[in-house]
């Protein structure tokens, strides 16, 4: 029985693809990385190619583990995704398992065109729109101030000192009196540069307690 047969090289392609965009989530320490987008892709391949097969007449319906990829990478996904105080993480390597998942699913079907062309799109969104991103979020930044405030102090502190934005970039504005003073926690979306500023007058404000951001 020959051993390497078509099959076999759609599962070393969907190797490769997956590989390919592993290298880059690696690289940007992610915690889906090098080896486990290569085993999703290989795996959605292997069951693409043994769901085709059960298709033939008499066989239980090959669809249906198709279908189920898709919920199974769903549930891998949502275990990647993290929602902490500084906002959710892990949605972009969540996607990038999805897509794995999705290039070894077209492969295993012997689509390589549209796998070979979604993984240089998706490669391409990871390390040159990363680029772009950087790029927005020195623009805009939305950043949360948790500000210690001495309550002997004859005037409260008041965002407005600090930043030069508009009503609607302030996402949270409240105050709470506490046994050393009073703490203000501030949500505000503004451009890197005025969060920067605002810190040096915040570090250098003597009625300033303690300064969490």
Do not use: C
């Not at 199974?72 to 906002?87: V, Y």
């Amino acid at each position: 029985m020959e051993w390497y047969t078509h099959e076999v090289e759609k599962i070393l392609l969907a190797a490769l693809l997956g590989m390919i965009i592993g290298l880059e989530r690696e690289w940007s320490g992610k915690a889906a990385g090098f080896r486990t987008l290569i085993v999703v892709s290989v795996g959605s391949a292997l069951f693409t190619i043994v769901s085709k097969h059960m298709a033939e007449p008499g066989m239980a319906s090959g669809d249906r583990i198709a279908s189920n990829i898709v919920t199974g990478i769903g549930f891998l996904g949502a275990g990647l995704i993290f929602r902490s105080d500084k906002g959710v993480r892990g949605l972009t390597t969540a996607a990038t398992v999805w897509s794995a998942a999705a290039i070894g699913m077209a492969v295993g079907d012997g689509e390589y065109y549209i796998a070979i062309s979604a993984t240089v799109l998706i490669w391409l969104v990871l390390v040159v729109f990363y680029r772009l991103q950087l790029v927005f979020d020195a623009m805009m930044v939305t950043r949360e101030y948790h500000i210690t405030y001495d309550g002997n102090a004859d005037k409260p502190l008041d965002y407005r000192d600090f930043f030069d934005v508009k009503q609607h970039r302030v996402l949270d504005n409240k105050h709470i009196k506490t046994k050393d003073g009073f703490r203000y926690i501030w949500t505000i979306r503004a451009p890197k540069k005025k969060h920067d500023a605002a810190l040096q007058l915040l570090l250098h404000n003597a009625r300033v307690i303690e300064l969490d951001y």
